[in-house]
């Protein structure tokens, strides 16, 4: 079964720090990888999107990086800003799929002043 | 606008009433999605419409849900003889083609409340 694994689930830091957040998957065959964040209360934008042959996607403070292999991703926030509070989800494309997406439950990061 | 938009906000109904849930996609894109995100849940897809083709209704989860799309554009999301729950945020997004191979824009969402 396709499935997208998140952890933590939830994450306290305070600001300025960094934290790199976890996400697993067994979708198969692969077509590409998305992180997303979401505001409470708001849709997820967009922050990176990868595909099988990228490793690493960088957008400002936020740097994915993608493990084909072994089916694993990352998140890495730096210099955390309060702004960063929010839920992040992983979210993998099975190719050929069309339109299919499969979302993780999302890890809420909190930022502390 | 720019982006994606969803009506109403915020919706409480009774057991039993219908509802409909409204979404505006971004002008030119041919691909519209219905999702459904339940508290500490992840997205769940209900349907998705491309272009003229059928849509992809694999997702709904009963025949009291059911959505159209007029005209290629506004989509509406259809929950008959609502029951508690489906509470839920029922989100629309968005793509220039399919979203396997288009990045997703997401509207704000509609917060559905069945008493």
């Known amino acids: 079964k396709n499935q997208v694994e998140q952890s933590p689930q939830s994450l306290i830091i305070l600001e300025g720090k960094n934290c790199t957040l976890q996400?697993?998957?067994?979708?198969?065959?692969?077509?590409?990888l998305r992180w997303y964040k979401q505001d409470t209360g708001r849709g997820p934008v967009s922050l990176t999107i990868m595909t099988f042959s990228e490793n690493t996607k960088s957008n400002g403070r936020y740097t994915a990086t993608l493990d084909a292999d072994t089916k694993q991703s990352s998140l890495h926030i730096t210099a955390s800003q309060l702004s960063d509070s929010a839920s992040y989800i992983c979210v993998v494309s099975e190719r050929g799929s069309q339109g299919n997406l499969i979302f993780g439950k999302g890890t809420k990061l909190s930022v502390k002043p | 606008g720019a982006g994606v938009s969803q009506s109403p906000s915020n919706k409480v109904t009774e057991k039993g009433k219908d509802v409909e849930l409204r979404c505006d996609p971004i002008?030119?894109?041919?691909?519209l999605y219905w999702y459904r995100q339940s508290l500490g849940q992840g997205l769940e897809f209900l349907i998705y419409?491309?272009?003229?083709?059928?849509?992809?209704k694999s997702g709904l989860p009963s025949d009291r849900f059911s959505a159209e799309r007029t005209g290629g554009s506004v989509s509406t999301l259809t929950i008959q003889r609502t029951q508690q729950e489906d509470s839920a945020v029922y989100l629309c997004a968005s793509s220039k083609g399919l979203a396997e191979y288009n990045e997703q824009f997401f509207g704000p969402g509609t917060r559905l409340t069945v008493l």
């Open positions: 419409f491309q272009g003229n083709s059928a849509p992809d």
């Open positions: 002008s030119g894109h041919t691909a």
């Open positions: 996400c697993n998957y067994t979708v198969s065959p692969f077509s590409n």
